[in-house]
């Protein structure tokens, strides 16, 4: 009996997100064939499964993928539900082709995987719960800083009567227990989720202060500043800058700057900051560094997510975790790109405006591979190179009436 054929696709995207539908865009545009997997059922559900009140810290206008403007006002901020239905509705209105409930165990180098000769040479077999497929090209498109909950190795030594909870677990104030909260790690998700329980436990807040924007979130100078905050986040926090270099491993691994929730906020509510780490667990109790040990009912854990890709079986990553890329481009594995990064070209990759331009450039990348590798590896344009925002654009009237950004 023969063995089955696997399916050819030229290139496949793995992540139905903002990151594989903004490549998914760029491929199409360009007339190129291509599938994108994603194992949720719905597109938009990594969003959907966030806490109740999550909103964008983005204003509408900043949250448009290339091709379709964000269907609200210009300075509103959505709703979780609202960015994940225009996700939804993204993908449906351009038609992309995508695969939900598909779940992709493994990913390896053609040559090392058992398929036919004509499909040996060259590129890279997916493994899905579907079968076996063949793909010139794979984009990686699983998430900004990895899907996998980081919490502390001492988590489990905690009494085992504290209710501990990561912050993707963290839906509402009411699914807590009575009793102090102590919420670790004071980057955007510790300060909002921190900032909301107040109102009903009492809360501590344990994490260095990792600086907030200079003006209130809600005011009319916010308005002012954010546009400059996204060009520098553009054009000068980048791979290619000293001071992009420095504040990269500070972003992957710890956090950005506060936006909404700002120290007067959490002053206001009651929160109790300490400034410092939780270091270990005494008497099964945690331990915040000049606090020392702490009688809580909860411990939510803000502390980020881990990189893993375990499934991928290829040497490409370094000790942390991450893959050795440069803008999402891997020399070491042709034909293998990253998108959605956080810091894969800049600290606007993790943002969803930065996701058409870091698209842009894979693409670009991609398909000039095919047909002019040796040339195109010379006088290729780095993303940060290549503009999609510039300091100068702001809110524009579109046909409808509504507001939009030229991107």
């Not at 000790?319 to 790109?337: Q, T």
């Amino acid at each position: 009996m023969s063995t089955p054929q696997p399916e050819h696709i030229e290139t496949v995207i793995i992540g139905a997100g903002q990151a594989g539908l903004a490549t998914g865009y760029q491929l199409q545009r360009r007339g190129r064939p291509f599938v994108i997997m994603d194992s949720e059922g719905r597109i938009g559900d990594g969003w959907r499964h966030q806490w109740d009140t999550l909103r964008l810290f983005t204003p509408a206008w900043a949250n448009a993928l290339p091709g379709k403007p964000f269907p609200a006002p210009a300075w509103s901020y959505p709703t979780k539900e609202e960015f994940a239905d225009y996700l939804e509705s993204y993908a449906a209105e351009l038609a992309l082709p995508v695969r939900l409930g598909t779940h992709v165990a493994r990913l390896q180098a053609a040559g090392a995987a058992d398929v036919s000769e004509d499909r040996a040479t060259g590129g890279y077999v997916v493994t899905t719960d579907g079968g076996q497929i063949h793909a010139d090209n794979v984009v990686v498109a699983t998430g900004t800083f990895g899907r996998t909950a980081a919490v502390p190795d001492f988590a489990d030594q905690l009494d085992p009567a504290i209710v501990q909870l990561h912050s993707s677990e963290y839906r509402r104030p009411g699914q807590l227990p009575p009793g102090p909260v102590l919420v670790v790690g004071a980057s955007h998700s510790g300060c909002d989720i921190a900032y909301e329980l107040a109102a009903t436990h009492a809360t501590i807040l344990a994490g260095r202060d990792l600086g907030q924007i200079p003006v209130p979130f809600d005011s009319r100078r916010f308005r002012l500043v954010f546009p400059l905050v996204l060009f520098a986040f553009a054009h000068v926090l980048t791979r290619r800058t000293p001071i992009g270099r420095k504040e990269m491993d500070e972003i992957r691994f710890h956090g950005g700057f506060r936006l909404r929730v700002q120290t007067k906020d959490l002053e206001e509510r009651g929160v109790d900051w300490v400034k410092d780490r939780v270091t270990g667990v005494e008497d099964g109790r945690p331990v915040v560094e000049g606090r020392g040990p702490v009688d809580v009912s909860t411990v939510i854990w803000c502390t980020g997510f881990r990189q893993t890709f375990g499934w991928i079986d290829l040497d490409l990553f370094d000790d942390r975790g991450w893959p050795r890329e440069l803008g999402g481009v891997v020399d070491a594995a042709p034909g293998l790109y990253f998108m959605g990064l956080g810091f894969q070209s800049a600290a606007s990759s993790m943002m969803v405006h930065g996701a058409g331009r870091d698209a842009n450039h894979v693409v670009r990348h991609l398909l000039a591979r095919r047909q002019e590798p040796a040339e195109y590896r010379r006088g290729t344009e780095q993303p940060w190179e290549t503009t999609s925002w510039k300091l100068g654009d702001r809110p524009t009237r579109a046909g409808n009436g509504k507001r939009r950004v030229s991107i």
